[in-house]
């Protein structure tokens, strides 16, 4: 204890005041040094963040040691200086060489440009979005998922072809691409729940698309929260859609179409309206999604 205080004692009360200040201010460079720090460090987070933040503060230490040995003439601060300029140096270069290397198959970078960069979405975060999935071909004529068969554990995206969505052997609708194929079946089901496909969907044309599987999502989903809400919001926006693409199926003279795969869409119902089988199973899939 003694010693410590001794020591503190050296530093702050017998350490030489100073007496006499400098009437002259310093360099043009030390002043330069001091705006690229204060800039620097107002970088945001991200790769492109960080190359910010790194360019900015090496050239801060770049103008401090070049200050140090000009004007100062001292030999310790132009070294520390100029290390922590080789450091901020090294680090820029490595994170411009990630960010410029990180490409992908052609399908991956025709999807990042038509949907998810004009959400602004970052090329390292879709990066992440991509190595969880793989790329899928299906052919002509060929059946993504069967009505009653196939199980939801998949949430897929269409990147080229044409889908047809029948039910019971009557169309509903067509799933265009950068639509995602199985929306409404992801979203009518919780984490821990299982189902299977309510309706047939159909290559028309020979069809590419992207498909992660549901467990492999959900884990992405809870490390990742901004990739959870940003799928959040793609999903919704897409069922939005086709929502809107039935509003012209729902009323056809005196019948009406359901699109059982959408559990929250309501239909006006009419006095003259009978309740069919298919009437019923809407019915009970509302209410079993509202439990």
Known sequence: MEKNSSLWKNLVDEHPVCTIWKPEAEGAIYHLASILFVVGFMGGSGFFGLLYVFSLLGLGFLCSAVWAWVDVCAA??????????????MQFVHIAYQVHSITFA???QVLYSSLFKPLGVALPVFRTIALSSEVVTLEKEHCYAMQGKTSIDRLSLLVSGRIRVTVDGEFLHYIFPFQFLDSPEWDSLRPTEEGIFQVTLTAETDCRYVSWRRKKLYLLFAQHRYISRLFSVLIGSDIADKLYALNDRVYTGKRYHYDIRL???????SPEMSRSPLTEHFRNSRQHCNK
Not at 263 to 269: A, E, F, K, L
């Open 106 to 108: 052609r399908e991956f």
């Open 76 to 89: 310790d601060i132009f070294s520390w200086n100029f290390v922590l300029f080789i450091i901020c140096f």
């Open 263 to 269: 559990p929250n869409y309501y239909h006006m119902s």
